[in-house]
């Protein structure tokens, strides 16, 4: 059997969206929320600033002049405005608390789910905020190392809250997640900031993220190391989710995700009838994903519509994203940078924007996108790609459609062959060999203007690539050469009239 490593970000009707600040400026998301959670600890004057400490620490304490020693006790006591302080104590925090059971409809026993649990909301003006001390990362330990379906050990479960920042734990050997939001669909959770996380070896059977997260809005997940989640694809008999919520304004920034099969995984796994429409909350819209490093990993962003279970069947497949910023990554001997498919969706998803990205060595196509349309790509740099840069596919639904905007700017090298492949519904799939042809492809269906006329063909001159390192050269061709003056790929900078450039991306004149 094989075992496969993957962070998931999973839900029934899911959507990740961001926050549009100077740096933030792409031409399809439009995100105001979660930065808002991020605050300092000594910004909650009303709230009290509790600790714990699983060895100098006592449950008969009042958590204030003395810690608290169990960690679950510490969770069980917060209210809004407050703050938990987990102290290093030199020995990992662990759990064998139950915090959810699964029944058969006899009432009879399946699984039990253990772990850590907060199950107490902030406030917009009294976030709860659960950190790690500053002088040494605290480690939650649960002590798993395979997958363990009937008595799965998590992280942290945050139990339908709002309002919550996570920041600055190690958190190892768990099952399932890491940090994880509602296991059991639909759930009322907004505004989460976790940040400045080390999250690895999470182990399980099927839906295994380092970070889960399930029907959320108002998300930041800023400054995370993940990797090594090992999700084995079993046959786990799973609960199709009929109900759910939509994801929406979510910022990923600032992460890194290494030796991972998956890197980011969202499924807008909507569902509905006829009388669907695309204004209620089901789909994924909204999101940033940001100056993240992708080093060693398979399907680097893996956006799709998906519904496993045997009754989907009968089901219209309603998923979908929209408003999809992807810039300032850096992608590293990956197989793709971003598979974006919603080709069994009934309708199309809309207004993706790839920019300023740098992807280095892709083993297969680099972005691949089916049943998407206003799309946008420039100012990245792709160098040493082993097979297609981009590739389009026809969607499966009827409405579901692919459409290129605007392909411009791009810079390419250390290719032994510039290789695109669109695809229009036509029996044979329409390919553009070279830089040249492509320039010629405007009167293609899918394209709205000429594409990479603008293109650079030439080093973009890393200053020590031999070491994963790709910042760009002081006399590299690529600094302020790419659309609104920008420089070309990830470590990009803003020239003097950035505001007006800013304004442009989000007014979308182009």
Avoid at 142 to 168: F, K, M, P, T, Y
Avoid at 247 to 274: H, K, P
Avoid at 304 to 314: K, R, V, Y
Avoid at 439 to 467: G, Q, R, T
Wanted: aromatic share 6%.
């Amino acid at each position: 059997m094989r075992v496969k490593k993957t962070i998931n970000r999973l839900a029934a009707f899911i959507a990740l969206p961001i926050c549009l600040t100077l740096t933030l400026s792409g031409c399809g998301g439009s995100v105001s929320g979660g930065e808002q959670t991020v605050l300092n600890s000594e910004a909650n004057a009303s709230g009290a600033r509790l600790q714990v400490n699983n060895i100098s620490g006592s449950d008969a304490a009042d958590g204030i002049n003395q810690p608290f020693q169990s960690l679950q006790y510490a969770l069980n006591q917060l209210r809004p405005g407050d703050v938990l302080v987990v102290q290093d104590s030199g020995q990992p925090y662990s759990t064998s608390e139950v915090i959810a059971e699964e029944r058969n409809a006899n009432g009879d026993l399946l699984k039990t789910l253990r772990g850590f649990k907060l199950s107490t909301s902030g406030t917009e003006a009294l976030p709860i905020i659960i950190e790690g001390e500053n002088t040494g990362r605290p480690i939650i330990d649960q002590q798993q190392s395979s997958s363990i379906a009937e008595n799965a050990i998590l992280g942290l479960l945050l139990d339908c809250v709002n309002h919550i920042v996570v920041r600055n734990f190690e958190i190892r050997n768990a099952n399932e997640a890491g940090i994880s939001s509602s296991i059991n669909g639909a759930c009322d959770t907004t505004n989460i900031t976790i940040e400045d996380n080390h999250i690895h070896d999470i182990h399980g059977e099927k839906y295994v993220g380092g970070i889960r997260m399930m029907g959320v809005n108002n998300l930041l997940v800023r400054g995370n190391h993940l990797h090594d989640i090992f999700s084995q694809q079993s046959a786990e008999d799973v609960e199709f989710f009929t109900d759910g919520r939509g994801l929406d304004n979510i910022l990923i920034e600032n992460n890194q995700f290494e030796a991972l099969d998956t890197g980011v995984a969202i499924n807008a796994q909507g569902i509905g009838d006829s009388a669907f429409s695309l204004e209620r909350q089901e789909s994924v819209t909204g999101i940033q994903i940001a100056n993240n490093v992708f080093n060693h990993v398979g399907n680097a962003i893996d956006l799709h519509t998906a519904i496993s279970d045997a009754s989907s069947s009968d089901k219209i497949m309603t998923g979908l994203f929209s408003d999809l910023d992807i810039y300032g990554n850096t992608f590293n001997q990956v197989d793709s940078a971003l598979a974006l498919d919603t080709g069994k969706s009934l309708y199309p998803s809309e207004s993706v924007c790839v920019f300023n990205n740098t992807i280095i060595n892709t083993l297969s196509s680099s972005l691949v996108l089916t049943g998407v349309r206003d799309t946008e790509i420039f100012n990245n740099i792709f160098s040493m790609p082993q097979s297609t840069l981009l590739e389009t596919n026809v969607a499966t639904a009827n409405t579901s459609q692919n459409n290129l905007r605007y392909v411009d700017n791009n810079l390419f090298w250390n290719f032994s062959a510039l290789s695109w492949r669109l695809s229009n519904g036509s029996a044979a799939d329409t390919t553009y060999s070279d830089l040249v042809s492509w320039n010629m492809a405007s009167s293609h269906s899918e394209l709205e203007a000429s594409p990479d006329v603008n293109a650079l063909l030439d080093d973009p001159e890393f200053i020590d690539p031999s070491s994963a390192s790709y910042q760009l050269s002081p006399t590299s061709p690529a600094l302020l050469a790419g659309r609104f003056g920008m420089s070309v790929g990830a470590d990009f900078s803003f020239p003097e009239n950035a505001d007006a450039i800013v304004n442009a991306c989000i007014q979308r004149t182009f």
